[in-house]
């Protein structure tokens, strides 16, 4: 009986060894079909049971297991290995990846600068220390090789060039004529064999075999396979004409390979510049002038039609746009071609140059890799100065001390002289007609890329122009896209149909729908026109190559040492003048609207109440106090001025007294709804403001937009200011006055601006959530939208199969929006009205992302799809596809970039 003795269980032998053992396994083995049995969330909570009443031990030794067979543990191998074979195995690094790895650890940091890593680097390029380093000195030899590379030489390719010349030397007479004579011998033969090699493959070639133009339309199922002769007699076709390129392009001289000097038929057009001849029958390549355009700039349309014919102008989104995709458009543009000339028209200041959306380029930023390298490429696009190239910048860069060194760092940093207005003039973009730093061409650089009476009446009316255009792209943004594909497509079937039969236009439809996307594609990009000038006017000066960026530096100073005093009587004259345009508009607030009001109220005739006169215009008359106080003083400092006076010391009690217009920027959202009320409620105050808006007293403009020109104004000051310092002496009193003044003013702009672009944010947040059905709320702080897309969401049928055999499906449309911290998915609907023409688009939310969540990966082309990515999100993954390769490189560029700089925040 003693040897049954259960423990625990009645049906459990504890001291029968036999019986434990095989009624042990028998419930093993009924407790493991149990839990084959169960779901993946019962087996985890049956571990996490048995876990819980295992012992130290037992635990211990699911550990030991887990050890031998997964590798769990990662030991630093410097800890554990010697520290002579640590070193040795540092030793095979370069200076770059050591650098990297001494920011592992502080172990790592010492190892890394040990001097018997570094000395044998110093030595290899003959650098020495020049003093025999402490025994407690740590790391000299590493510090020796780092102060080495950061004063080495450089030179930029233009310098390496000038110096050193290039590889394609012009050859002499006698040798380009052998070489001319050796290629059309060897023209001769190669074609011959290509004659013999057709003429065979005629013989023997399948009636529907690929290649043929009827081949993509009647494809049988079983194609009869060519002989191994035959495919070797293709494949010498194609041999022989790649040769044949290839001689050609090494016989060329080193100017036709740019121009296309000679014609060859396997030479593609896309690449060839038009030579032209002068009258004396020397020819030369046209270099055309190139104009990039920013749709930041207001009413941008109106600037590109203002452009000349044959000048290349290239508009880009200033936002959703990255430096990269800035190159892509550009190169695109020049076809392989050089400019003669480059201008730049964005907005910005005198001290920065707002490109890009997230790219305001200054000082701080212009040696940034990505920024430096960004300049660098586009100086390689323009001719050197010794042919007459330069930068225009359409920016007053001329008009600060920061601006004249963003000017000279480029100088110095393409060898392309850069060039911008001093913008000594006050309003909407006037400063682009102003004065121009030192243009050695002697023209001035808007007649070079604009016509100049739609330019001046551009910059007259930008303000008007930029509020009507607004709400007019957002109309008609869609439904021109869609005209000018309509157009295309219409003009090419009328004229096949009207020239072809039906059974030519089946077999060619192929080429009918490339003629088609060809015509599109003319109407969105400007076809360069083979316009020739006469460029005698154009002098061109002649430096030396030693002394290019020197002279340029000197020519820049000189031109600002010259008359330093009377350019600095015309700033303060223009500070005066546009001092009283601006009191006498604030006057006009007064005088038309505030004394007719008060007046209507005094005679108990009133128009508005008293309170609401208050809130409306208590502020802009205080603002119009300030301002003739300061006005008086400039006009009394002016009537005695000198080249010694001072007009710092009024700028800084203007300045001081700002307070009065903070309380104005804090009530305007306030200001502009209770206008709005009151012209809703009261109809007495509406049919007054309909008498006096938009009269000739008012200058035509109504008392909203009146009320627009405090926060202009600013920008005015900092330019003026800037521009004042700029031509005043460093010895000079004022100067101190000046400095303080100018980041008194400039602190208080960056407050408006602020402001505004708070509201501009939270407006564009606001429009997306209004038209996305279903959209969460887009609102939070410092988010703003970067770029819309629109793209195709596809379906791999078989994903097993490689990328170039896989097929896709189209499932829906989506829109993409790209926020600086997230990604929102939607849906693309598009639905037709009866008896119109127009559709309506209407947006369903689908999914939102982080971006710091994402994964972008890329599908390369094939026969079966185009233009196609994917993103890999936490949950889900979309295959989605653009219809032009343009879009897909341009979205992928701002998407790596938004990704990169939320990883980095």
């Known amino acids: 009986v003693e040897s049954y003795h259960t423990r625990f269980s009645a049906w459990t032998p504890f001291s029968n060894a036999s019986l434990n053992r095989q ?152 040798e380009e004529l052998a070489e001319r004579q050796r290629e059309k011998c060897l023209r001769r033969i190669i074609w011959g064999e290509i004659v013999l090699c057709k003429k065979e493959l005629f013989k023997v070639r399948p009636p529907w075999v690929s290649g043929t133009c009827c081949s993509s339309l009647l494809k049988p199922k079983c194609q009869p396979r060519l002989a191994q002769t035959v495919r070797e007699r293709v494949g010498l076709h194609e041999a022989l004409e790649k040769q044949l390129v290839l001689a050609s392009l090494e016989a060329l001289p080193k100017q036709s390979n740019i121009f296309g000097r000679h014609s060859y038929p396997m030479l593609s057009k896309k690449n060839w510049c038009g030579v032209y001849k002068n009258d004396d029958g020397s020819s030369y390549a046209f270099q055309p002038h190139v104009i990039l355009i920013s749709s930041h700039i207001p009413a941008y349309e109106m600037v590109v039609e203002s452009v000349k014919p044959g000048v290349i ?229 002649s430096l030396s190559k030693n002394d290019l960026n020197l002279e340029v530096l000197v020519k820049l100073e000189r031109k600002l040492q010259m008359d330093s005093a009377e350019k600095r009587t015309s700033v303060v ?56 106080w300061f006005l008086d003083n400039l006009r009394d400092r002016l009537q005695e001025w000198g080249p010694a006076h001072c007009v710092g010391d009024i700028v800084l009690k203007f300045g001081s007294q700002l307070n009065t217009y903070t309380n104005f920027f804090n009530n305007y959202p306030v200001v502009l709804k209770t206008i709005q009320k009151c012209r809703e409620m009261t109809p007495a105050f509406r049919a007054f403001l309909k008498r006096h808006d938009k009269t000739i007293v008012t200058q035509m403009l109504s008392l909203p937009e009146l009320l627009l020109y405090p926060s202009r104004r600013f920008e005015e000051y900092i330019s003026l200011l800037y521009a004042l310092r700029l031509h005043t002496p460093a010895e000079h009193v004022d100067r101190g006055d000046l400095t303080t003044a100018v980041n008194q003013i400039k602190n208080y702009k960056g407050y408006i601006d602020q402001m505004k672009q708070n509201i501009s944010m939270k407006d564009q947040l606001l429009d997306v959530q209004r038209i996305i059905r279903g959209c969460p709320v887009l609102s939070e702080a410092k988010r703003y939208l970067i770029r819309i897309q629109e793209v195709a969401q596809l379906h791999c049928c078989d994903e097993e199969i490689s990328f170039s055999l896989r097929r896709y499906e189209h499932i829906r449309d989506l829109s993409l929006f790209l926020f600086n911290d997230a990604l929102l998915i939607s849906s693309r609907d598009t639905s037709l009205t009866p008896f119109e023409r127009t559709s309506k688009t209407t947006y369903q939310f689908i999914a939102s992302m982080t971006l710091h969540r994402i994964f972008v990966e890329d599908i390369p082309d094939s026969k079966y799809v185009k233009n196609a990515f994917i993103l890999q999100g936490p949950k889900h993954e979309w295959i989605c596809a653009t219809e032009a390769e343009d879009d897909k490189f341009l979205w992928l560029s701002v998407l790596q970039n938004a990704i990169k700089s939320s990883m980095e925040k």
Not at 147 to 169: F, H, K, M, Q
Not at 440 to 451: D, E, N, Q, V
Not at 573 to 589: A, C, D, F, H, T
């Open 23 to 174: 009624l042990f396994q028998e419930r093993v083995a009924l407790i493991s079909h149990w839990f084959d049995l169960w779901t993946n969330k019962q087996r985890q909570e049956f571990l996490f049971t048995i876990f819980l009443r295992c012992s130290k031990s037992q635990l211990r030794f699911v550990q030991d297991w887990f050890s031998e067979r997964m590798q769990v543990a990662r030991a630093d191998f410097c800890a554990v290995l010697p520290r002579v074979l640590s070193l040795h195995i540092f030793s095979f690094l370069n200076p770059k990846d050591l650098c990297a790895a001494a920011q592992v650890s502080w172990f790592w940091k010492f190892l890394t600068e040990q001097d018997c890593l570094w000395m044998p680097k110093c030595i290899k390029f003959g650098w020495f220390l020049p003093y025999t380093p402490t025994d407690n000195e740590f790391g000299a030899w590493k510090h020796h090789y780092i102060a080495c590379v950061s004063t080495l030489d450089w030179l930029t390719p233009r310098e390496a060039e000038a110096i050193y010349g290039t590889l394609n030397e012009p050859k002499t007479e006698d």
């Open 573 to 628: 004259r223009e500070l005066l003048q546009s001092e009283r345009k601006y009191v006498q508009m604030l006057g006009i607030v007064r005088d038309v609207y505030v004394m007719p009001l008060k007046a209507a109220l005094s005679s108990n005739r009133a128009i508005l109440s008293a309170v609401n006169i208050q809130i409306i215009f208590s502020d802009v008359l205080q603002i119009l106090s300030l301002n003739r």
């Open 313 to 541: 102008s290239v508009v880009y989104e200033h936002s959703g746009t990255t430096l990269e995709s800035l190159l892509y458009l550009l190169e695109k543009a020049l076809d392989g071609q050089k400019a003669q000339s480059m201008g730049i028209f964005s907005d910005g200041d005198s001290r920065d140059i707002n490109l890009l959306q997230g790219y305001k380029i200054g000082i701080k930023n212009l040696l940034r890799p990505e920024v430096r390298n960004f300049w660098e490429k586009l100086g390689s696009f323009v001719a050197t100065e010794e042919e007459g190239g330069h930068v225009d910048i359409f920016v007053p860069l001329g008009a600060s001390e920061a601006g004249m060194e963003v000017l000279s760092q480029l100088t110095q940093l393409t060898g392309t002289f850069f060039t911008a207005p001093t913008g000594i003039a006050t309003g909407s973009y006037q400063h682009i007609l102003s004065d121009w730093l030192g243009p050695p061409w002697g023209r001035a650089p808007p007649s070079l890329y604009f016509t100049q009476p739609k330019l001046q009446t551009w910059s007259s009316l930008t303000d008007f122009l930029e509020d009507t255009l607004r709400s007019v792209r957002k109309q008609l943004r869609p439904l021109f896209k869609e005209l000018r594909e309509s157009i295309s497509g219409r003009v090419i079937g009328q004229f096949v149909f009207d020239t072809m039969s039906m059974a030519h236009i089946l077999n060619n439809r192929e080429i009918v729908q490339a003629l088609a996307d060809g015509l599109m594609e003319l109407s969105t990009e400007d076809s360069q026109r083979n316009v020739t000038e006469d460029n005698s006017q154009d002098t061109k000066s």
